[in-house]
């Protein structure tokens, strides 16, 4: 059976686009990405859809009420296209409870650290390197995770870490642990559709 999937972006895209290939190349099996959401327009995220013929949407905070309002109608489309797993890939936007209960279970996120360290409030995007640089950490590395109401408090699925070396700056820690980040997160979305037990 082919597993419905829901990529939520807000940058690059460069998860969304590992996605893609580890599908085509069968890494990730009895998956299709039905849906990408965007937190905004003109990403290059939103480009990487369009070239993969992938469907995309963007919801944008700032035309809402409020942040729960935004996720019901997203909801509302997910349940529509019979989304079975939703995958966060670099979005930005914190979900509200409407969307984590919706999807419980069924929602993972990629952080850039090895959790519990360099994560939660504040922790995104080049901060979580900054941070792990200015300690002197010698290690870090990507967390996959399935997602609670907590901001990177759930259920860790896979992790592998990145050594820093020395002379490492913020941004090329980032650039070794992004290469992790492209194994790490397709073996994570075939290991829940496929492998674990259900
Ligand atoms: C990645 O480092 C991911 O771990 C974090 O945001 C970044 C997204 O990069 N949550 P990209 O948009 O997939 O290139």
């Given at each position: 059976m082919l597993n419905n999937i829901a990529v939520f972006v807000s940058g690059g895209g460069s998860n969304l686009g590992a996605l893609i290939d580890a599908i085509s190349s069968g890494i990730i099996k009895n998956a299709h990405i039905k849906l990408v959401v965007a937190?905004?327009?003109?990403?290059f995220a939103l480009k990487r859809a369009e070239n993969a013929a992938i469907e995309s949407a963007v919801y944008e905070k700032?035309?809402?009420?409020s942040n729960s309002q935004m996720f019901e109608e997203i909801i509302k489309v997910l349940k529509e296209k019979e989304i079975d797993l939703i995958v966060l890939?670099?979005?930005?936007n914190i979900l509200t409870p409407n969307i984590v209960q919706a999807f419980s279970g069924r929602i993972i996120n990629i952080h850039?650290?090895?959790?519990?360290?360099?994560?939660?409030?504040?922790?995104y995007g080049m901060r979580v390197h900054e941070a792990a640089i200015a300690d002197g950490a010698k290690i870090s590395g990507a967390t996959v995770h399935f997602v609670d109401e907590g901001t990177d408090t759930g259920e860790i699925i896979m992790q592998k870490e990145v050594a820093i070396q020395e002379g490492d700056t913020a941004e090329t820690l980032q650039k070794r642990v992004l290469e992790v980040e492209h194994k790490l997160l397709p073996l994570a979305v075939d290991y829940i559709l496929n492998r674990r037990d259900k």
């Open positions: 937190s905004k327009q003109g990403i700032s035309k809402y009420e890939a670099g979005y930005l850039p650290s090895l959790i519990p360290s360099y994560c939660g409030d504040g922790f």
